[in-house]
């Protein structure tokens, strides 16, 4: 008697524990929903208590702000607005980081561009000659010239292996697709080459120039001195230090604690 009665209180328990989990099963759909709904609203509230904070020449509290709705989502917006608010805390090298950042996101804004311009000219900084092709090369990102060398390469080798495979002679339009894809793989290989090449590595972040060392130690002899906010390609690192080429072609080790990277 005991057992049957224990086994027959068993049941429900075991029925509601299953209701229960089904009940929250169809719950999850409407939590995910919510956290999805959720992220774009706080990623906004934070950027707009970055702007409000701005305007009322609260500075550092705009920073925080724009660092946490860049921590929620990156976005060139937020970077350029954090940049300003740097720069008026007398954070000037930051600031051209966060500027050279928002240019990679987005190549083609002219603000942006202007702003790192007029910036790197106030820290006396070089101004990099660029040519043409270099302009031309950074009039769409690189993500997109990586798209492009992939999307041309598959239409190039799909218009030269489908006639074969089929058994039939190439017509006029697929002639055609197999040109503009050849001249597309091309440009992109051409494209992204030049971005390597001209493409900064990081920036020196520091309040005054930096020595550059011949090894990669403090008491190392002097080879040269960056400045702040340069650009600078990374050439190899040992331990703590970085060897590093700056945009006046000075080459030295650096404390990777005085460089970030892009």
Avoid at 190 to 195: F, G, H, I
Wanted: glycine share 4%; with cysteine.
């Amino acid at each position: 008697m005991n057992l049957a009665h224990s086994t027959a209180s068993a049941a429900p328990h075991a029925s509601s524990r299953i209701q229960q989990i089904l009940q929250l099963t169809q719950l999850l759909p409407l939590y995910l929903l919510a956290l999805l709904l959720a992220s774009p609203l706080a990623q906004a509230d934070s950027f707009s208590d970055g702007l409000d904070a701005y305007h009322a020449a609260q500075y550092a509290e705009a920073a925080s702000a724009f660092e946490r709705s860049l921590a929620e989502s990156e976005s060139a917006a937020a970077r350029h607005n954090l940049a300003l608010s740097l720069f008026q805390q007398g954070k000037a090298a930051d600031a051209v980081w966060q500027l050279e950042r928002a240019v990679r996101l987005a190549p083609t804004n002219r603000n942006y561009l202007y702003k790192l311009g007029a910036l790197r000219q106030q820290l006396g900084l070089y101004k990099v000659p660029t040519t043409w092709w270099q302009s031309a090369a950074n009039l769409l990102s690189q993500q997109t010239w990586i798209w492009s060398l992939c999307l041309s390469f598959w239409g190039l080798l799909a218009s030269l292996l489908l006639p074969r495979i089929g058994g039939f002679r190439r017509p006029i339009l697929l002639k055609l697709t197999s040109s503009f894809a050849a001249i597309a793989l091309l440009i992109s290989c051409a494209a992204l080459t030049v971005r390597s090449t001209q493409q900064a590595s990081g920036i020196v972040l520091s309040d005054s120039p930096i020595e550059l060392r011949h090894a990669p130690a403090s008491a190392a002899p002097e080879a040269g001195t960056a400045r702040p906010g340069e650009r600078a390609r990374i050439l190899d690192q040992h331990n703590q230090f970085l060897k590093i080429q700056t945009e006046a072609q000075i080459t030295g080790w650096i404390d990777q604690a005085t460089f970030r990277k892009l």
